[in-house]
């Protein structure tokens, strides 16, 4: 009896213990878990304040121009020769002079300038385009805009928000006193004197006046020689093949279907190939480089179709030639100065035949790493958009070169740097001066090249002429007052950058050494379509994008696509068109003013009196009475092509 009483109090302590045991345990391993939150919080503050100082996932190009059209870059002073295919951002001038016009994309956006034109892009990023519209007449055609989306056309008299999807134009007169604008589909807000007007689809409105606004409605004029040419060009847009393999969003497809053809190419899908190339040409030798804020050095592409196949994708050699290959089509693609890989351009190499920079287009599959300075998440997004690969293989990459501080990635096996010619040198001077690569390559031998440091960065500082790039210096420029004069804006543009030597001098003459990629939390993917994710992952199927494996030699992985129908953009994955119309305009930044120079911010909005509101309703009244009855059928023949009707002439000066 005694023995089971002793047996009994030794269960019962071994039991007690056991769970005093457990709860200590338990409640040690809440405390780390709370620990380990508050560690994790900070970095994932850091990382999502870190994302809103990424550069911009998209930019604009100057894809055509005719006449003389001149180019200033931000911060500068100097005017130069537009060159085609040069990316433009934030700051950046462009002026069409007399019987001149140009063609500007961004996006799916196309912004067309008339003769003795001015135009700066105050505002460009993922969601803003703020354009300050001096002189001269802009016509826009926006064919997509999400809830955050901002377009905004500032003159020295009124702002003008594009609200919808749709075709707009601006006239701002000679003196700077009187806008006009024009909207033939879509509808517009304009800010100015004191007050808001709406103009809506088959309106145009005038505005003369600063302070106090004479504001007028009437019917859409006469077709003239700009309406023409920009109608014409849309329609070839609406006609675009390529629509059907990468989204409308990518700026720079509108032009590769006049210059080369689809074929689906095994183990990479559907991918693209320039029609006529001379002989040696590769990928990123037909350009030069510039050094563009605030990514850094920007490859510029030479052919008319070189803006989307150097700034998204990647290159595969099949066969005998080169393939763009685009990858997931997702809304909108994160657009990057040049998707390649340097070699020998770190401090202290040279080559045999002296001090170069050389480089080779990155293969479907293979990270690319900036070299400017971006967030954790960034680098995730800019592969997953531009080619088909994992999220882990985009980390080992990472973690291998920018975690462990490895300036150089040897230790991967790039596809291209062994394809003969594949890989371009020039001289440091030829790079930095920003000289024609193709007149200045470097003779290395491949096995130099092929024993070479690769890396993600290049050790070049940027001097005036990076900056200003291949454009030769021109007399033409806009007029001095057109170039001082201020306009109205109901967003507040950031201030405009400093000269280039001003910013090395501040740097101590390391500004590109500066702009490193600095390790950041955990990233989360890109929004990719539901095919490109499970493509990423999936098995390969007979129709869709496979992951990345070198194909075998052969002209027989190639057949030409069939003639597909163009797809409309809803199809891409983007939501319909939000009327917002009834949104108040939104303030940018936190400052109570302006910091540009240029711009003095619109007058608050007051409430109408009653008479003003009857003012507005008898003017709209009017305007809606004369509209013809059958204004679609005649809106419809406007568009048609210049041989229905005899066009007028442009006259940019005094408005339409």
Same mark, same amino acid.
């Given at each position: 009896?005694? &023995?089971?009483?002793?047996?009994? @109090?030794? #269960?019962?302590?071994?039991?007690?213990?056991?769970?005093?045991q457990l709860s200590t345990t338990a409640r040690a391993q809440d405390d780390g878990q709370d620990q380990n939150q508050v560690q994790n919080q900070e970095p994932n503050q850091d990382q999502d304040q870190d994302q809103t100082q990424d550069p911009p996932g998209r930019v604009a190009r100057l894809n055509f121009s005719q006449g003389s059209?001149?180019?200033?870059?931000?911060?500068?002073?100097? @005017?130069v020769a537009g060159v085609p295919n040069r990316p433009m951002v934030s700051g950046d001038d462009l002026w069409a002079d007399e019987d001149s016009r140009a063609e500007v994309h961004v996006g799916s956006a196309a912004i067309r300038l008339g003769a003795k034109t001015g135009i700066t892009f105050l505002t460009l990023d993922d969601h803003t385009t703020q354009i300050r519209l001096a002189e001269g007449s802009l016509i826009v055609r926006v064919r997509h805009v999400d809830d955050d989306d901002s377009y905004e056309i500032d003159t020295p008299n009124i702002a003008f928000s594009l609200l919808q999807p749709g075709e707009y134009r601006v006239d701002v007169s000679e003196d700077g006193s009187q806008s006009i604008t024009t909207v033939w589909h879509g509808r517009g807000r304009v800010t100015g004197g004191g007050f808001n007007y709406t103009v809506v689809a088959n309106q145009s409105a005038t505005f003369t006046g600063s302070d106090h606004l004479d504001y007028e409605v009437a019917q859409l004029p006469d077709r003239d020689d700009l309406d023409t040419w920009a109608f014409e060009r849309d329609d070839r847009e609406d006609r675009a093949d390529s629509a059907n393999y990468v989204s409308r969003e990518m700026t720079g497809y509108?032009?590769?279907?006049?210059?080369?053809?689809?074929?689906? #190419?095994?183990?990479?899908?559907?991918?693209w190939r320039p029609?006529?190339?001379?002989?040696?040409?590769?990928?990123?030798?037909? $350009?030069?480089?510039?050094?563009?804020?605030?990514?850094?050095? &920007?490859?510029?592409?030479?052919?008319?179709?070189?803006?989307?196949?150097?700034?998204y994708g990647r290159w595969a050699f099949v066969g005998a030639g080169w393939f763009w290959v685009p990858g997931p089509v997702v809304v909108r693609p994160i657009w990057a100065p040049a998707l390649v890989a340097f070699v020998g351009g770190g401090p202290g190499f040279r080559f045999s035949a002296g001090v170069g920079v050389g480089w080779f287009p990155l293969a479907p599959g293979e990270v690319y790493l900036p070299g400017y300075?971006?967030?954790?998440?960034?680098? /995730? /997004?800019?592969?997953?958009?531009?080619?088909?690969?994992?999220?882990?293989?985009?980390?080992?990459?990472?973690?291998?070169?920018?975690?462990?501080?490895?300036?150089t990635v040897n230790r991967i096996t790039y596809v291209n740097q062994r394809v003969n010619n594949g890989v371009t040198v020039v001289s440091h001077d030829a790079f930095v001066n920003a000289r024609p690569v193709a007149q200045n390559v470097m003779r290395v031998d491949s096995r130099e090249l092929a024993a070479a440091p690769v890396s993600h960065v290049v050790a070049a500082e940027p001097i005036h002429a990076s900056v200003t790039g291949a454009?030769?210096?021109?007399?033409?420029?806009p007029p001095a007052v057109v170039i001082s004069r201020p306009v109205v804006?109901?967003?507040?543009?950031?201030?405009?950058?400093?000269?280039?030597?001003?910013?090395?001098?501040q740097? $101590?003459?390391?500004?590109?050494?500066?702009?490193?990629?600095?390790?950041?939390?955990?990233?989360?993917?890109?929004?990719?379509?539901?095919?490109?994710?499970?493509?990423?992952?999936?098995?390969?199927?007979?129709?869709?994008?496979?992951?990345?494996?070198?194909?075998?030699?052969?002209? /027989?992985?190639?057949?030409p696509m069939p003639n597909a129908q163009p797809r409309v953009y809803e199809q891409q994955g983007t939501p319909q068109p939000v009327n917002r119309g009834t949104q108040q305009p939104q303030y940018r930044g936190t400052q109570p003013g302006p910091t540009h120079p240029l711009v003095r911010p619109a007058p608050p909005v007051q409430e109408r009196s009653p008479q003003q509101e009857q003012q507005q309703e008898q003017k709209f009244n009017q305007w809606h009475q004369e509209r013809p009855a059958s204004r679609p059928q005649q809106q419809q023949q406007q568009r048609e092509p210049p041989h229905s009707s005899p066009p007028k002439q442009e006259s940019p000066k005094k408005g339409r």
């Amino acid at each position: 009896m005694n &023995t089971h009483k002793l047996w009994a @109090w030794i #269960v019962l302590l071994a039991s007690f213990a056991f769970v005093l045991q457990l709860s200590t345990t338990a409640r040690a391993q809440d405390d780390g878990q709370d620990q380990n939150q508050v560690q994790n919080q900070e970095p994932n503050q850091d990382q999502d304040q870190d994302q809103t100082q990424d550069p911009p996932g998209r930019v604009a190009r100057l894809n055509f121009s005719q006449g003389s059209i001149s180019f200033r870059p931000a911060g500068e002073d100097d @005017w130069v020769a537009g060159v085609p295919n040069r990316p433009m951002v934030s700051g950046d001038d462009l002026w069409a002079d007399e019987d001149s016009r140009a063609e500007v994309h961004v996006g799916s956006a196309a912004i067309r300038l008339g003769a003795k034109t001015g135009i700066t892009f105050l505002t460009l990023d993922d969601h803003t385009t703020q354009i300050r519209l001096a002189e001269g007449s802009l016509i826009v055609r926006v064919r997509h805009v999400d809830d955050d989306d901002s377009y905004e056309i500032d003159t020295p008299n009124i702002a003008f928000s594009l609200l919808q999807p749709g075709e707009y134009r601006v006239d701002v007169s000679e003196d700077g006193s009187q806008s006009i604008t024009t909207v033939w589909h879509g509808r517009g807000r304009v800010t100015g004197g004191g007050f808001n007007y709406t103009v809506v689809a088959n309106q145009s409105a005038t505005f003369t006046g600063s302070d106090h606004l004479d504001y007028e409605v009437a019917q859409l004029p006469d077709r003239d020689d700009l309406d023409t040419w920009a109608f014409e060009r849309d329609d070839r847009e609406d006609r675009a093949d390529s629509a059907n393999y990468v989204s409308r969003e990518m700026t720079g497809y509108e032009d590769l279907d006049e210059y080369g053809d689809w074929s689906y #190419v095994a183990g990479y899908g559907p991918c693209w190939r320039p029609r006529a190339v001379v002989i040696g040409w590769a990928p990123y030798r037909f $350009g030069h480089w510039a050094f563009i804020g605030p990514w850094g050095w &920007t490859w510029v592409e030479d052919e008319p179709w070189g803006f989307a196949p150097f700034h998204y994708g990647r290159w595969a050699f099949v066969g005998a030639g080169w393939f763009w290959v685009p990858g997931p089509v997702v809304v909108r693609p994160i657009w990057a100065p040049a998707l390649v890989a340097f070699v020998g351009g770190g401090p202290g190499f040279r080559f045999s035949a002296g001090v170069g920079v050389g480089w080779f287009p990155l293969a479907p599959g293979e990270v690319y790493l900036p070299g400017y300075r971006v967030s954790r998440a960034y680098v /995730n /997004n800019v592969n997953l958009t531009n080619t088909m690969v994992s999220v882990t293989k985009v980390t080992n990459v990472y973690n291998t070169v920018i975690v462990n501080r490895s300036t150089t990635v040897n230790r991967i096996t790039y596809v291209n740097q062994r394809v003969n010619n594949g890989v371009t040198v020039v001289s440091h001077d030829a790079f930095v001066n920003a000289r024609p690569v193709a007149q200045n390559v470097m003779r290395v031998d491949s096995r130099e090249l092929a024993a070479a440091p690769v890396s993600h960065v290049v050790a070049a500082e940027p001097i005036h002429a990076s900056v200003t790039g291949a454009g030769r210096p021109v007399s033409v420029r806009p007029p001095a007052v057109v170039i001082s004069r201020p306009v109205v804006a109901v967003r507040t543009p950031p201030p405009l950058p400093r000269p280039i030597e001003q910013r090395q001098a501040q740097a $101590g003459g390391r500004l590109n050494q500066q702009a490193l990629v600095r390790p950041m939390g955990a990233a989360q993917s890109a929004p990719v379509n539901a095919a490109a994710r499970s493509a990423s992952t999936a098995t390969p199927t007979k129709d869709g994008f496979r992951p990345f494996t070198q194909p075998n030699s052969g002209n /027989n992985q190639v057949r030409p696509m069939p003639n597909a129908q163009p797809r409309v953009y809803e199809q891409q994955g983007t939501p319909q068109p939000v009327n917002r119309g009834t949104q108040q305009p939104q303030y940018r930044g936190t400052q109570p003013g302006p910091t540009h120079p240029l711009v003095r911010p619109a007058p608050p909005v007051q409430e109408r009196s009653p008479q003003q509101e009857q003012q507005q309703e008898q003017k709209f009244n009017q305007w809606h009475q004369e509209r013809p009855a059958s204004r679609p059928q005649q809106q419809q023949q406007q568009r048609e092509p210049p041989h229905s009707s005899p066009p007028k002439q442009e006259s940019p000066k005094k408005g339409r």
